[in-house]
């Protein structure tokens, strides 16, 4: 599975910080949407497109929070 997009929201903390990943594996598309930090809790979303599942990242990323692209990891890291 390879990571494409990576987004915090640029709070600090385990209650406040939250993450949204966009990856693909093949010709499925994997959307994470995690509160919490490394150990916090995750919900998934899967899709057979980009663009479904790009529809749900501007849903999750839509709000108050103000939402930072990170770049993702290369291969091997």
């Known amino acids: 599975m390879e990571q494409r997009k990576h987004w915090w929201n640029g709070k600090w903390g385990r209650l406040a910080r939250r993450d949204v990943f966009l990856r693909v594996d093949a010709d499925r598309w994997h959307v994470e949407q ?29 709000g108050t929070d103000t939402w930072r ?9």
């Open 34 to 62: 995690r509160a919490g930090g490394a150990e916090g809790v995750s919900r998934f979303y899967e899709y057979d497109s980009a663009e479904e599942a790009e529809e749900t990242v501007r849903a999750l990323l839509d």
């Open 69 to 77: 692209e990170l770049s993702p990891r290369p291969p091997g890291v």
